[in-house]
C-alpha cells in the first residue's frame, strides 16, 4: 500500500518518468502502468485458492448436510458423526475442516433463503403495564453462620424495568405464589401479562407450539390476579431477555455485596430495601436521563388494580398417627387427638403449615425447611393431648408433648406430683385451658404459688375471682327524677285491701 502511494505521488505530482520509477522501485514497467492509468488506488490480489483434503468429498458431504437439516433434533447426526462417516470412506482430514464446511455451507443457505441466523434479534419495545418476567435463579448466602444455597424468585416490569427479587429455600408452588404476593404488593399493581419459562412449577406438560398443560393452582392464582400467562419456547430464554439479564446483573449488585444475616426474613427484608434504592440509582437503559423509579412512578397508574393477596397453598391429604401426628417433608406435626387414626387436610404455604378437618381449621404450625439428609424434627403443640391426658393422667410424668408447658405450669407440676394424686389434680388444672383463657389459668397459678399453698381449689377460686365480671358502678340520680316523698316500710296497708267477711 505505502509502496502504490509513492509510485502516484512521483507519477502524477512529481511529474517522474515511468524509467525513473521503476530504477527506483525495482517494479515492472507493465506493473507500474497499470497502477497508473487503470486508477488502482489500493492493490488487490487474487485470492488463493489451496488444495483440500475435503474436495473429493464435498459433494458427498454436502448432501450429507441437506439431508439431515430436514431431519428431527434428536435423529440428526452430529458434525462429529459426519466426521467419523466421512473417515470411513477414505477422509484423511481434521474434524475442524468439516466444521468449517459446515459452518459455511450454513450460510450459503441462509442467504438463498434470505433467512436470519439463531443469534439475530429484534429489538422489544413494551407499553406501560403491559407486561412482566419472570424466573427463577440459585444464589448463597450466609443465614445464622451456615452458607446456604437459596431460590432466588426474579420480577421484572418489561417497560420501566423496575425489578423485585425475593430468597426462598425452596423452588416449589407455595413458594412461586408467596413471590407473586410480594412483587405486586411492592409494585402497587399487577401488569397485564406474565411471561414465564416452562418451570414445572407452572407447567405440567410442554405441547406443541406454544400449547401447554397448566398447573391447576398455578391457573387459580392467574385468574385471581386476573393477568394472561405466556410462556416461552423451550430452550429459548432470549424471548425473556430482560430478566435474563436481570440475573446476571443482580450478582453483581446485590449477592456479591451480601451481608450475613440471622434469618431468612431479614434477607429478604434487606432484598426489598436494596431493590428500592437500586431503583433510584440506575439509569433506564432507554430513557438514559431518568431513573428507573422515575418510569416507574410514570407506570404504576397503568397497572391494573391489586385485590388481596392469593391465598397460595398447596393442599395434600395426610393421615393423622396414632400419636397425633402428621409427617411432612421427614419432620413430624402435631394436631388434636381427637383426629387420630383419621385422614385430613393439610395446606402447605411457603412458611407454615395449617392442618384442616370437616371445614375448620384445626392446628397451624411453622413450617420447618431443612436442606440436611438426616432425621426429621417434630413439632408439639400440648394443647393437642389434653383430652387424651384425661383418661391417661400417668403420662403427664413422661410425655414428650409436656416439656413444652409454659414456666409456671411446671413449677405448679413439680408441687402436686409430690402429692398423693396429684396427676390427675394438675390434669385437671392443665383442662382449664379449654375452657378459659391460658393467660388467666396462668395467673391464677402463679398467685396460687405466691401463697405457698396451691391446690386445684385454690387455683379454682382464684381463677374465677379473675374472671367473674366487676360489681356495676353506682349510678347517680339525676336530680328530676329524686323521690319528694320516701317509701315507707309500712305492712299495715295491706290490711286495708282485705275485703270485710259479714257473718251470714
Known sequence: MAILSSIRRWYLRDQMPIREIVRKTGISRNTIKKYLFNKVVEPKYPSRKTPSKLDNYAAKLRLWLKTEANKGRKQKRSLKQLHSDLVQLGFTGSYDRVAAFAKRWRQEQQELAKTAGRGTFIPLTFAPGDAFQFDWSEDWAVIAGVRTKLQVAHFKLSHSRAFYLRAYPLQTHEMLFDAHNHAFATFGGVPARGIYDNMKTAVDKVKKGKERDINIRFAAMVSHYLFDAEFCNPASGWE?????????????RIWNQLPEFDSLEALNEWLHRRCLLLWSEIKHPEQKERSIADVYFDERSSLMELSCPFDGFVEDTKRVSPTCL?????????????????????????????????????????????????????????????????????????????????????????????????????????????????????????????????????????????????????????????????PQANVSRYDELREVRHAA
Not at 240 to 252: L, T
Open 240 to 252: 425473556k431477555g430482560q430478566i435474563e439479564k436481570n440475573v446476571q446483573d443482580s450478582r453483581h
Open 326 to 486: 402428621v409427617t411432612f417433608e421427614r419432620n413430624r406435626y402435631s394436631v388434636p387427638a381427637s383426629y387420630a387414626n383419621r385422614p385430613i387436610s393439610l395446606r402447605v404455604y411457603a412458611d407454615r403449615l395449617v392442618f384442616a378437618a370437616e371445614s375448620q381449621i384445626i392446628a397451624e404450625h411453622e413450617r420447618v425447611i431443612s436442606n440436611k439428609h438426616g432425621p426429621g424434627v417434630t413439632r408439639y403443640d400440648w394443647h393437642h393431648y389434653l383430652s387424651v391426658l384425661q383418661r391417661k393422667p400417668g403420662a403427664l410424668r413422661n410425655g414428650t408433648p409436656f416439656t413444652e408447658l409454659p414456666t409456671g405450669f411446671k413449677r405448679l407440676q413439680s408441687i402436686l406430683l409430690k402429692r398423693q394424686g396429684g396427676d390427675r389434680e394438675m390434669v385437671e388444672i392443665l383442662a382449664l385451658v379449654l375452657q378459659h383463657d391460658e393467660s388467666d389459668v396462668l395467673t391464677a397459678i402463679e398467685l396460687a404459688l405466691e401463697s405457698g399453698t396451691p391446690s386445684k381449689q385454690h387455683v379454682l377460686n382464684l381463677l374465677k375471682r379473675l374472671i367473674e365480671p366487676a360489681p356495676p358502678a353506682p349510678v347517680d340520680t339525676p336530680t328530676p327524677l329524686t323521690l319528694v316523698v320516701e
